[in-house]
T-cell receptor, first 115, second 109 residues
Framework: EAGVAQSPRYKIIEKRQSVAFWCNPI?????LYWYQQILGQGPKLLIQ????????DSQLPKDRFSAERLKGVDSTLKIQPAKLEDSAVYLC???FGTGADQPQHFGDGTRLSIL | SQQGEEDPQALSIQEGENATMNCSYK?????LQWYRQNSGRGLVHLIL?????REKHSGRLRVTLDTSKKSSSLLITASRAADTASYFC?????????FGTGTRLQVTL
């Protein structure tokens, strides 16, 4: 089966600019996750979707970050405006079910550098 | 916040040796998962152990879970250069999976 697809792989922007990331999960996976992984740390959940509804966005900085999954398949994550501390890898993952006992399948991420 | 904390932070061994990584966590869990991340890549699920299980095996991997001590260990036997990666534990509650800080494993020839 095809894995989780993410684009772009790399992005370099200046602070205060905006950026968007795209994710296409594994076909049939109802749950989609966006994580932020700062260098040397583990992934931190930003938002979790089940189909096109938000399950958990408690750690999403909503003043600058937004995400959508309009048709319950692919998803976009946007940052506007970007800050220096947003430099990180943004990982998308998907799972068949919604519970925390479901293995998550990750894409290779987008590495974001803020100048 | 990161629930799990791996120990050691970094580990260097020779090919053929065993590698043991530990994970400690703070609150009650339903399950614990281990993931591998190669440099520049996404995480790959390795194994899941439920809170009512004490030990689980998958190929060269052996995972133990001690809920009374709130700790888990991952043992990789007969390591290979291809096992070089970061390893993360992730603790699962009813609805949420929280990743730890990771152990960087280097396997040299």
């Amino acid at each position: 089966e095809a894995g989780v697809a993410q684009s772009p792989r790399y992005k370099i922007i200046e602070k205060r600019q905006s950026v968007a990331f795209w994710c296409n999960p594994i076909s049939g996976h109802a749950t989609l996750y966006w994580y932020q992984q700062i260098l040397g740390q583990g992934p931190k959940l930003l938002i979790q979707f089940q189909n096109n509804g938000v399950v958990d966005d408690s750690q999403l900085p909503k003043d600058r970050f937004s995400a959508e999954r309009l048709k319950g398949v692919d998803s976009t994550l946007k940052i506007q405006p970007a800050k220096l501390e947003d430099s990180a890898v943004y990982l998308c993952a998907s799972s068949f079910g919604t519970g925390a006992d479901q293995p998550q399948h990750f894409g290779d991420g987008t590495r974001l550098s803020i100048l | 916040s990161q629930q799990g904390e791996e120990d050691p932070q970094a580990l260097s061994i020779q090919e053929g040796e065993n590698a043991t990584m530990n994970c400690s966590y703070k609150t009650s869990i339903n399950n614990l998962q281990w993931y591998r991340q190669n440099s520049g890549r996404g995480l790959v699920h390795l194994i899941l152990i439920r809170s009512n299980e004490r030990e689980k095996h998958s190929g060269r991997l052996r995972v133990t879970l001690d809920t009374s001590k709130k700790s888990s260990s991952l043992l990789i036997t007969a390591s290979r250069a291809a096992d070089t990666a970061s390893y993360f534990c992730a603790t699962g509650t009813a609805s949420k999976l929280t990743f730890g800080t990771g152990t960087r494993l280097q396997v040299t020839l």
